[in-house]
Structures are given as C-alpha cells and as structure tokens.
C-alpha cells in the first residue's frame, strides 16, 4: 500500500509561498475593498446628518421596467416614479386624517394647469395650462402636448385608453385643442369619476422631442420613450445608472402649489428587505420603501429610526368563486367568512396595525357603510351556516401569491380555524402568471386578493371588482340589480343620491358574500427620524415633493 | 494546426445545437401554465384591452407564424420585444449580461486559482491538520446556501465591519463611469476612470467571495483527489526515485497530471455558478441577467425567457469547448 509522500525539507515552495501569496491576494482584495468603500459610498452627500436637508436617500425593492407610462406593466416602482417626473397636470390635495396626512381624494387640484373645470352639464371639461411651464429640453407645455399625449394614449391603445371608457372618452376626437393653452375634453356622458380619473391619467409628454424620435415603424416613439425618462414634472431625472440608481432633481420651474421640498432625491434599488433594514440603520438610506412586516416590527425599536404609521386604504380579502361548487352556495360562503379568525390575523400578521373591516367598500371611501360585511369571527354560526348548506364539511383550494409572506400567514391561519368548522383547505401558492392564467379562466375556488384601488370611488370600485367581467372580478360575481345601479351612477353626480345606491350596493353584497372581507392593514413607512412630511398616497403612489428631512 | 480545426468543427456543431435550443425553449416557455399578458394591463382593462394586448405583441398568431416570426428576428439579430417593459429584448440584455459575467469569470477564474493551490497543498500533506482544514472548509462550502452566505458577509462586511459599500448595485454612480459593456470594472479600466475603478472593485468583494465559496468546494475535492492519485502514482514514485529535482517533480509531474481533470469539472462548475447568481444577484442587488432572466420567467415574458435560455446555451457550448480544448492540451494523449 502506499503511502502518502510526506512533503520534505525541499519542496515547501508551494506551501509557504502559495499561502503567502494566497494571504497576500486576499488582503490585498479586502483592503481596495475597504479602501474604495471609504472613498466611495461613505462619502456622499446623502447621510441623514449635516447637508442631508438637500439630499434624501430611499430604497426601493425593483429598478423600474421602462420610462413609458403608457405602455408598462403592473410595476409599482415605475408608477410611483411617475407621479414624480411626469408633469400631471391635476392632483389630489393634502388633508389630515387620524393625525397623519394623507391624500385628499375629494378635493383634487390643478397642478401644472390653471385650471380644470366642467360645463354646466358636467360633459365638456376645459383643461387650462399655466403659461410658461417647461419640460426639461426648454419647450413650452401647450395644448398641443396634450392633444398629442391623448391621440397616443387612444391610437396605440395604452392603459390610459381603457381607464378613459370610465367617463365616456373613447376616441381621439373627445379631445379638443381651443387655444395654445386650452384643451376640452368632450365626455359622451357627464360622470361624478371625471377629476379623479383625470388625476391618474392626465400626464403629458413632450411632443415636440417625441416627434423628433418617430419613425414610420414607431410613430408614437415607443422605443425611445421606453429608454428616456419623462421631463417637466415636480422633479427631473438628473441621472439613472440602470438597475441600481435614479437621481431626481427638484424642478425649479414649477409654477404651482406644493412644489418639491427637497432638491435631490436619491432613488437607490435594493431588493432585498434585510439589506433596507441593514442601510436604514446604517443611516445609509433615509427611507425604506420596501421592507417586510417583521422588519418593521424589530425597526420601531431601533434607535434614530420611526416607523411612520397611516391609515391606508388597502384592502385585504378572500374573493370566492360564487359560480362553482362548493362557494356557489351562499351558505357555504357564509360559513367561511364566519369560520375566518379577523381578531387573530390583526394582531398576529400585522402586529394589530390593522383595522377590521365591516364592508367590501374599503374604509375612508366616500359611502362606505358598516352594512356591507355583518360576519365576525364565530365558530358556532360558521358550523350552523354549513348545515344550512347541508354540508358537514367540504374540501377546497386556498390560493395565494407566491412569495408573499403576509398572504402565507393569513393562509395558514385562514386554514386551521375553517378546518374547525368543516371546510378543508389546500394552500396552493401561485406564481403571478399561473395566478394570472387561473384568474383569466376563473378556477379559482378560493384566493387572497390585496390591494388598493387607483380611484377612491365605489362606482370605480364596481367597474373593477363587482360588475360582469370586471377585470378584478375574480369570484365571478354578478348580481342584476348591482349591475342596474352600476350603470345609474354613470350618470348620477349627486353625492346624496350616489350614497343612497352605495348603501344599496353594500345591503346586496352582505346579503350574497362575495368575498371575505379581512382587513384594512395600516401603511407604516420605516424612516430616519429626521424625516418628515410624508403625506400617505391613497392609490399607493408616494408623491415624494412633500418630503424633508431637517439637518 | 490540429485544434483550430477541431474548434471550427465544434463551431459548426453549435449550429444545429443552438437551434434545438431555438425550438424547445419556444415550445416549452409556452407549454408553461401562465398568461404573459394578463400583468400588464390596468385594474379596468376588459377582454378587448387584453386581446389588442395579445395582438401588439404577436401571441394571437399561430404558433407556426410566431415561431416564424421568432426565428426571422433571430437572424437579423432582433430578439424581440419585452411584454413587461415594452423595451427591445436585445437593448435589455445587453446591460445585463455584462455585469453576470464579470462577476462569474471573476469567481470562477479566482475559485480555479484557489482550488489548485489549496488541493495540491492539501494533497501533500494529506491526513495532517491543514490537509483536515482544507477538507472541512470544502465540505462547508459544499453545505452553504449562497443566499444565506451573501446574507452572513453583508451583516458582517458592511454592516458590522464597516468595510464594504452597501449591497445598493455595483458602482458608486458618483463616480461617473461610462458604460461600455455592462461590466463595471472593465469598463472602469477601460475609460481609465480611478475612482471607478476602487468602487467597482469594493462592490465586487462580497458577491465574489460568495460565489467563490461555493463554487471552489467541488473543485478543491476534485484537485485534492486528482493530486493524491498521482502523489501515489508509480510514474511520480519513479521520477522521484531518480532524484527529479523538486521544481521539476512539481510542474513536470504532479501539477500537470493534476490538472487535467480539472477543465470538464470547471466547465460544469461555470454553469452553476451562472445559476448561482439568481440569488446572489438579488442579495447584492446587482441587476444582472439572472434577476432579469428570473423575473421574465415568473411573468411568462416570452421574449425574455427565450433569450435568456439561448444565451445561456450559448455560454455553456462554448465554455466546454475551451475546456475540451485545455484538456487536449494539458493531456497529450487525447486526440482531437
């Protein structure tokens, strides 16, 4: 057998040398590393001490898929840039609510227009531009760049197009240019959504640079938009290194109210929560968009940081499929939204910075009513709601999203207490296109939704989720007199007469129990305690101009 | 002579390869449950918004038309149009493969250089203490998850020590790089920009480190175990017998013969480490092509998959090509 030759006195070259080189390479890494570290990153401008009064930093989860509005995803980071560098010409106001400033979705403003006003039909709307408003390459904004911004929007058929159909704009031709600074929108009907859609939808681009980057192959320049950050909002794009950084700079010439705060805004990609939380405390990042619940239970303890707490719109719920067995029996819809522990998800999922909700109309939207979810958690009604079905128990599928850690939670607790009244539930976590194909098809027995509407209305909470097709409509509901008062509220502008038939709507859902309705979770922000000024963006997209931070 | 006619053979090969992964990535992304165009229309959009949706980006074409379509655009270079971003596909993967690969060849270039070193080293002192310590440092870097481990240096190297940037991308953006080929450092070089060239640099630190970690540990075992067999070969007993000097016993005889194994495993090793970077990149927030890759595969983005998956072939072809071809040369007696 033979043995391993013991390396002699001769032959250490690779031994020590190697190892000394080894040692040596590695320090050597270690100290550039440490080296550019200090000269690098530390150094910047943007720590929450000193001059950070001029510089904000804040974490984001994704790095935006593409600069054009019209023709992106569902991706909120993008949406949210938006709202930021897109000059909107109207906009929510600002109000206070609970102690925390929150958007004002009852009163929206001009912002970069003068003015936006209906006739006394309420069916022609007269948008007016500011004078002197400039995009970044130092054209004027004028009734041509909206004009052209909608002829966009309706021929290449882009988001805006389909939110338009809401208010009866559905061609090009409804938008007409009066003057330089004046532009009518003709509505085939008048619509109490008018100013509130036109708050989401009415962003204008540059048409004069536009034109320059079309072709006969891309008329509208959808190439060279995808690539381009927009110009003329309340900030500019000072530089975006793709993937990892986008730099705002305050535009100075805006003319309106509120204009942004603070000069610099450092938008910075960092996917993961851990390393947000990480540079948060590091005082690296002064706001943290993008941070997981857990996180942010351990942060309200961290020195030098708060956790910014508002009440927010989203709604958390479980839609059932009401057209396939077994939830197309309303007792066995019953049955579960008695079996749902609501208490126990509050404070368990949300460390209690929850609300309960008492109606699929979410709370704060104008004609919400404590009549539309009469369930609470209650085992024996549960268990009485089933025999009602004639059912000792049953088998189901729990949908949830993948990779959703608060959709889990409420899955597993969702799942041992209905188990308790009979109805046994498979958790199935869906990617989102297989959730996205299963939804299309709508085989879904059973499947946790959240999220907040972009509109703050109930007539616009029917299109998305209660009407026939709705796009939200996952459990397939349909209800004739729901889709009578539906079509009513196109027409019916008066707030009295449109809560009577929102009352209505919330009778008739507690009557049929589309969904389960779970909670309203409060936003919380994570911050550097100097921040201020967050102002709680009820469709979910922070309107970053309100923000500073004291030095 | 001999090799640069078994490389151009190789190359003609890939092309029939290149196409069978041209067909099955466009049959299988589409045999995957899951509708690409359903996440990128708005809360309101009806059956009408989402067929003219289908019908901007092709897919209410036959599948013949499309793969037809498909194949057109490859051969002019168009790899087509992401459904996500609406960007070209071509533009969006040329910013990401840059940053994947420095970070791979870097990790796998460094992890070749360390496994030789160390399991050669190991090899001769085989059962002793630093031989002991080799082999519980490759078993641990067998056992660690890579995202727990990119988790472990981020806590430690920036947040504890202080001596690493934030895990915020790969360069400082102050520094004002100019990007040439996605690859920061490179580029950094290239434009002989300093400042850009010590903050790619410390960027680079803790990604690489957590892919070397992981990536040396089959490699070491490897050397270690090929280094063993010709400690204890009769040809190097011989040569010793003869009093070869060190020098030459080390390079002539173990080092070589050691070696040859190594490309085919490094080869292997390259397509995990490509692999690897889904996490890693997540953790350092690196955007490279294993995040953008990853997420056209969740959101069904044809386009993207397609791409990413006949990139990655490609990658894979060519770098055991240049491993059949270190191994003819290390090993004289494989004819090409």
Not at chain 2, 194 to 209: H, M, N, R, W
Request: hydrophobic share 45%; net charge neutral.
């Amino acid at each position: 057998m033979a043995r391993s030759p013991r390396p002699g006195a001769s032959s250490p070259a690779l031994s020590r040398r190697g190892v000394l080189q080894l040692g040596g390479g590695v320090a050597l890494l270690f100290a550039t590393g440490a080296c550019a570290a200090d000269s690098g990153d530390k150094s910047t401008d943007g720590k929450s001490g000193g001059d950070a009064a001029k510089t904000l930093r804040i974490a984001v989860s994704s790095y935006l898929s593409s600069w054009d509005q019209d023709f992106v995803g569902f991706d909120l980071t993008a949406l949210m840039l938006y709202k930021n560098v897109f000059p909107y010409l109207v906009d929510y106001g600002v109000t206070n609510a609970g102690g925390s400033q929150i958007l004002d979705t009852q009163n929206i403003t001009p912002t970069f227009a003068e003015s936006f006003e209906p006739d006394a039909e309420q069916k022609v709307w007269t948008l007016k531009l500011r004078r002197g408003v400039k995009f970044a390459s130092g054209n004027e904004m004028k009734a041509a760049d909206v004009k052209w911004s909608k002829d966009r929007a309706f021929a290449a058929q882009a988001n805006v197009a389909g939110v338009y159909r809401t208010i009866g704009l559905t061609s090009a031709d409804q938008v007409k240019v009066v003057d330089d600074y004046t532009v009518e929108f003709h509505q085939a009907f008048p619509s109490a959504l008018t100013r509130q859609i036109q708050a989401i939808s009415l962003y204008v681009f540059d048409s004069v640079e536009a034109k320059k980057r079309a072709s006969a192959s891309d008329p509208w320049a959808k190439e060279w938009f995808a690539k381009n950050p927009p110009t003329g909002g309340y900030f500019n794009v000072a530089k975006a290194t793709q993937g990892q950084e986008i730099e705002l700079s305050a535009n100075t010439g805006y003319p309106g109210p509120d204009p942004a705060k603070t000069p610099t805004i450092r938008i910075s990609v960092v996917p993961a929560a851990s390393n947000q939380r990480l540079q948060l405390q590091a005082g690296d990042i002064d706001i943290a968009l993008g941070i997981s619940q857990r996180d942010i239970q351990d942060l309200k303890k961290a020195p030098g940081i708060k956790v910014i707490s508002a009440a927010s719109n989203r709604q958390v719920a479980i839609q059932m499929s009401v057209t396939a067995a077994p939830f197309n029996d309303v007792n066995v819809r019953k049955a579960l939204a008695y079996a749902v522990p609501y208490e126990q998800i509050i404070n368990n999922v949300y460390g209690g910075d929850a609300r309960a909700a008492k109606s699929p109309v979410p709370l704060d939207m104008p004609g919400y009513d404590e009549s539309g979810y009469p369930f609470t958690y209650d085992l024996d009604k549960a268990k009485a709601a089933m025999a009602a079905a004639g059912r000792a128990s049953l088998d189901s599928e729990l949908v949830f999203e993948a990779d959703n850690e608060e959709q889990q939670k409420i899955a597993v607790q969702v799942q041992s207490e209905a188990a308790k009244a009979g109805i046994r539930l498979k958790l199935t976590p869906l990617d989102p296109a297989t959730l996205g194909e299963r939804r299309t098809k709508k085989n879904i027995p059973l499947q946790i939704t959240s999220g907040q509407l972009w509109v703050d209305d109930v007539e616009y909470m029917l299109a998305t989720s209660f009407v026939k097709g709705a796009n939200l409509n996952y459990s397939n509901y349909s209800n004739p007199e729901i889709e009578q008062i539906y079509e009513k509220s196109h027409t019916t502008v008066d707030t009295g007469a449109r809560n009577a038939l929102w009352k209505r709507v919330q009778e008739i859902l507690a009557a049929d129990v589309p969904w389960v309705v779970i909670c309203q979770p409060n936003f919380n922000l994570p911050v550097r305690e100097s921040v201020a000024g967050w102002v709680q963006p009820m469709d979910g997209l922070a309107r970053l101009r309100y923000l500073s931070a004291s030095a | 002579m001999r090799i640069f006619r078994f490389v151009a053979r190789r190359l003609l090969q890939l092309i029939p390869v290149l196409l069978g992964v041209v067909v099955l990535a466009f049959l299988l992304v589409r045999v995957l449950p899951g509708d690409p165009v359903r996440s990128i229309l708005g809360q309101n959009a009806t059956e009408e918004d989402a067929a003219a949706a289908r019908a901007r980006f092709g897919l209410d074409q036959s599948l013949w038309q499309q793969f037809l379509d498909y194949l057109g655009g490859l051969l002019t270079g168009d790899f087509g149009t992401s459904i996500q971003s609406g960007s070209s596909v071509g533009s969006e993967m040329a910013l990401r493969v840059g940053p994947t690969l420095e970070l791979v060849v870097i990790s796998v270039t460094i992890a070749l250089v360390v496994a030789t070193l160390l399991g050669i080293w190991s090899a001769k002192r085989a059962n002793r203490a630093g031989d002991h310590s080799v082999r519980i440092f490759a078993l641990v870097g067998n056992s660690v998850p890579e995202f727990w481990l990119g988790l472990v240096l981020v806590l430690v190297g920036y947040s504890i020590l202080g001596w690493f940037p934030a895990p915020n991308g790969r360069v400082d953006p102050d520094t004002g790089l100019t990007p040439l080929t996605g690859a920061d450092l490179v580029d950094a070089v290239l434009t002989a920009n300093g400042p850009a060239i010590a903050s790619a640099a410390a960027y680079l630190v803790l990604p690489v480190l957590t892919l070397v970690v992981g990536v040396v540990a089959p490699l070491l075992r490897s050397v270690r175990a090929s280094a063993l067999e010709v400690l204890h070969s009769e040809s190097y007993a011989a040569a010793k017998a003869h009093g070869l000097r060190d020098r030459t016993l080390h390079y002539g005889y173990l080092l070589r013969a050691t070696l040859v194994r190594l490309p085919s495993l490094a080869a292997l090793v390259f397509g995990t480490a490509i692999g690897s970077t889904v996490l890693v990149e997540y953790v350092y927030s690196w955007q490279g092509f294993g995040q953008w890759a990853l997420r056209g595969l969740l959101y069904r983005d044809y386009p993207v998959v397609q791409a990413s998956v006949l990139v990655i072939a490609l990658c894979y072809v060519l770098v055991f090509l240049i491993a059949d071809v270190v191994h003819a040369i290390l090993d004289p007696r494989v004819r090409l």
